[in-house]
């Protein structure tokens, strides 16, 4: 709940006021470290394969510093359209960004975990086809 509710706060101030809307990021972090009271379901039910060959492009920000992957991830998920996606390859287990998804884009987006961890997590994220 904490977490939804730090989501929702980003999304309002993250135009605004993006020193608060930072912070609030930190606070993402923060509470994605604390023990689970109940998980939550973030994952979708997967995608259909497609039969034909088609790289999905991927998005690796383990070596950009913190203040910008977000800001990356949220230019690549602008810039899909309906139906496609790409894979976030990151060096922790993205789930704040999930409720950042969740304030700005609910129902607009998929979230697929493909690995998860220790050293790599890699999460398909998608735009729902219209």
Known sequence: MASQLAGRAWSVLRTDHPRAADHLTSLLHYLARL??????????????????????????????????RHELIFATYGALADGENFVLVNDHDPKPLYYQFAAEHADQFTWDYLEQGPEVWKVRIGRVAS
Do not use: C, G, K, Y
Request: charged content about 25%.
């Open 35 to 68: 023990p689970p009271t109940e998980t939550p379901s973030i994952n979708n039910p997967p995608a259909e394969e497609n039969t034909m060959t088609t790289a999905t492009p991927e998005l690796d920000v383990r070596q950009e510093i913190p203040a910008r």
